[in-house]
């Protein structure tokens, strides 16, 4: 298979990138923006008449979540309109596609977790743009798999596990939100199971949730990672209240990854045991 990776600079196409070796009998394209700005079609188009890739994965996103409440313009140009531009192209060259969405999309009130199923209802830009991505591509593309995911961390890019350790060498003690509930997944993981998807063809296109087994707080996470790494500094509990921010968090974010385990053999992770898998 020729496989295309938008957005290749970000920790989830630099994750793709690091098992891609695995993978000899696919020819893969790494493209970051600068290579193919996903808000300019023409490029996509160029890029896909040059080597007619079987499969896309997106992983070129706005992600900043607080910033994007103040640049709301720019979050929907690349998280909606890119992501249109990019189906566009896709469904032109028959090519599959595979988008990497959020948990951001639901408002976080439920107390279960959530299947692809439940009622989106989005708090903040980040997550209404990213899910205006969503209907983007299912409106125009016949063969896509939309994989919402949670809590993305890795050695890779801007995460909360860079951000802790970081955190822990510069202050003399780190507080960390303890009222939000999720399920942290590592970059390498999702890597893993978006392959598995292109190994494992089906015509079950849709939308999947994917996160690594169970769930925690961004204070219980925090914990886990200062056990793993062996951090000293002092570690303290607050509430959402204590550390206010442009963006509403989703209080609730665990999504239930039954459907995407059903269709694709894989053996799914627990968070704690892959913060130690793959701790460098």
Known sequence: MV???TGASGQLGQAILKISTQFPEHQFFFYNSA?????QKILIEKKWSEINPDYCINAAAYTAVDKAESEIELAYQINETGVKNLA???QKFQTTLIHISTDFVFDGKQSKPYSETDQTNPKG???ASKLAGEQAIAAVCKKYFIVRTSWLYSSFGHNFLKTMCRLAAEKPEVRVVNDQIGSPTHALDLAQML?????QPTAHYGI???????STSWFGFAQKIF???QLKTPL????TKDFPTPAKRPKFSVMDSTKIQKEFTYNIPKWEESLVKYKE
């Open 227 to 229: 056990e793993v790494y």
């Open 88 to 90: 566009e192209v896709c």
């Open 3 to 5: 496989i295309a990776v």
């Open 125 to 127: 830009v980040y997550g």
């Open 35 to 39: 290579e193919v700005d996903i808000t």
């Open 195 to 199: 392959l598995n998807i292109i190994n």
């Open 208 to 214: 999947y949730h994917f996160s690594n087994q169970g």
């Open 236 to 239: 303290l509990p607050i509430t």
